[in-house]
């Protein structure tokens, strides 16, 4: 409920963004608390008093199911929105939210699962998961971003590219160095 409070503050007044989940927590419950409406009175029967979905709303679940440790199917079921316009906008599956937990976990000690490196004050985990997001953006090279180098103009094949360049808030890849000596002047927007 907290979290959608705070996507509800932080960009999405009127209605949530499309969400895809996997099959835990009470996202759905949560979602129409914080946007639900209670529909108009008709004049007859009893007046509605319960929240209810809003028709645009596009809301994907992604059900794992286990036995034992392992997963031995999945499956998708649309919770909010017409079928097809949900899959077009989110997919049928969770694998870059995944993939994205998966990099953090391995380069935060403080996110593995079952470990004895947590952190005991929050900001301690705040700076930890700050320093992680500026080391993969600015710092390492991902191949999917990498674009083909035409022939005859270098001797390798693919330049490499970090997020970062790819956003176009860089020109190179960053080293370490770099990284920790650079001064950041916020702009106005941020004063």
Known sequence: MEMMQQIKERG????????ATDGKGAYREAMVEVWGRVPEYKVRGRPPTAKQPGENWRYLKIVKVREG???VAVYSEVIYGEEQAVYDEL????????RTNLTSRQMTGRLVRKTLSYSKRLELLEAACGWEDALYNFNRPCKSLSLEVEPGQATQKWHKRSPAMAAGLTD???DVKELLTTLVVPTRQFL
């Open 91 to 98: 997919g049928a599956h969770t694998a870059y939210v995944e």
């Open 12 to 19: 999405h007044p009127h209605t949530p963004p499309a969400m």
């Open 172 to 174: 190179h890849i960053w």
């Open 69 to 71: 440790s392992r997963v």
